[in-house]
């Protein structure tokens, strides 16, 4: 079983910076992805596995980065934030096969001046 916890979210102004935390726990083989998905309009945001390959929306790519540390903790990295990008941002993970989908609570993000 996996668990994730969340953090990281708040209120920024425009252009602002935010970085998104997901702590994951349990079972080793069902984090081998861990990424960030968020509430329409949304779908993926970002994700890595435990290799260090990412995948990006396509919407994101250019100012939003994610990493992971070696405990199963990845980040989202978030830059020049526009109101568009408000949303609750979800930390997800999976396993090698891309099943036993497991997802966190969630966190909001509000760009706003």
């Known amino acids: 079983q996996v668990h994730l916890v969340e953090s990281g979210g708040g209120l920024v102004q425009p252009g602002g910076s935010l970085r998104l935390s997901c702590a994951g726990s349990g079972s080793k083989p069902g984090l081998f992805t861990m990424g960030w998905s968020r509430q329409a309009p949304g779908g993926l945001v970002a994700s890595i596995t435990r290799g260090l390959r990412k995948s990006y929306g396509k919407s994101w790519k250019a100012r939003f980065a994610i990493s992971r540390d070696p405990d199963d903790t990845t980040y989202l990295q978030m830059n020049n934030l526009e109101p568009e990008d408000t949303a609750v941002y979800f930390c997800?993970?999976?396993?090698?096969?891309?099943?036993?989908?497991?997802w966190g609570r969630g966190t909001q993000v509000t760009v706003s001046s």
């Open positions: 997800f993970a999976r396993d090698i096969y891309g099943s036993g989908e497991t």
